[in-house]
């Protein structure tokens, strides 16, 4: 069973950087694409991106500019920089795998379990 | 940016009952890119549907999926217990999005 399990700081003061990792177990890295999504507290989800195994990327129009992910292969881990945070960047952050299947179907089919990020002072 | 309307917002409903939630979307979008999820408190949302219509694995045959183009839909033909929840669409076209949710609540 893949597990997917993020990881990092649950406070980042405003203007700084959050970073989170997510350590991927149960099947190996390659082939997917690997996702951060966000949720605001009592709100929807938000799509920040994803990264391919390759180093291939896609972020948020809305959110490009601040954000960028990274894969470790070697690791099987992957990880999200966010910088320049205010208020509005605290959420519950989820990291999960994406998947392009044989059939040509795109859909997200793991997730962490998810991970509180607070941005104060 | 391809918004999704879903609607209603809130669904009331009775455990055996059929529930119907409707996902819309601002542009045509490719079936093959649509799916649904669903998020019970405290947890990260679960796969149900994929592909506009094919059930991810594990998922019971009460839930369904249908529709294309701009118009999609999620059925589940009785309610358990367990099925109150809040709902989420969500496509890939250039970048990914999600609907606002649609809560399915106990009546």
């Known amino acids: 069973q893949v597990q997917l399990q993020e990881s990092g700081p649950g406070l980042v003061k405003p203007s700084e950087t959050l970073s989170l990792s997510c350590s991927v177990s149960?099947?190996?890295?390659?082939?997917?694409?690997w996702n951060w999504i966000r949720q605001p507290p009592g709100k929807e989800l938000e799509w920040i991106g994803h990264?391919?195994?390759?180093?291939?990327?896609n972020y948020r129009p809305s959110l490009k500019s601040r954000v960028t992910m990274s894969v470790d292969t070697s690791k099987d881990q992957f990880s999200l920089k966010l910088n320049s945070v205010t208020a509005a960047d605290t959420a519950v952050y989820y990291c999960?795998?994406?998947?392009?299947?044989?059939?040509?179907?795109?859909?997200?089919?793991?997730w962490g379990q998810g991970t509180l990020v607070t941005v104060s002072s | 940016e391809i918004v999704l309307t879903q609607s209603p917002g809130t669904l009331s409903l009775s455990p055996g009952e059929r529930a119907t939630l409707s996902c819309r979307a601002g542009?045509?979008?490719?079936?093959?890119?649509f799916a649904w999820y669903q998020q019970k408190p405290g947890q990260a949302p679960r796969l149900l549907i994929y592909?506009?219509?094919n059930r991810a694995t594990g998922v019971p045959a009460r839930f369904s999926g249908s529709g294309s183009g701009t118009d999609f839909t999620l059925t589940i033909s009785r309610l358990e217990p367990e099925d109150f929840a809040v709902y989420y669409c969500?496509?890939?076209?250039?970048?990914?999005?999600f609907g606002g949710g649609t809560k399915v609540e106990v009546k």
């Open positions: 999960a795998r994406g998947r392009l299947d044989s059939s040509g179907y795109y859909y997200i089919d793991f």
């Open positions: 542009q045509r979008i490719s079936s093959n890119y």
């Open positions: 149960g099947d190996a890295i390659g082939n997917y694409y």
């Open positions: 990264i391919s195994y390759t180093g291939g990327s």
């Open positions: 969500q496509q890939y076209t250039s970048f990914l999005t």
């Open positions: 592909g506009a219509s």
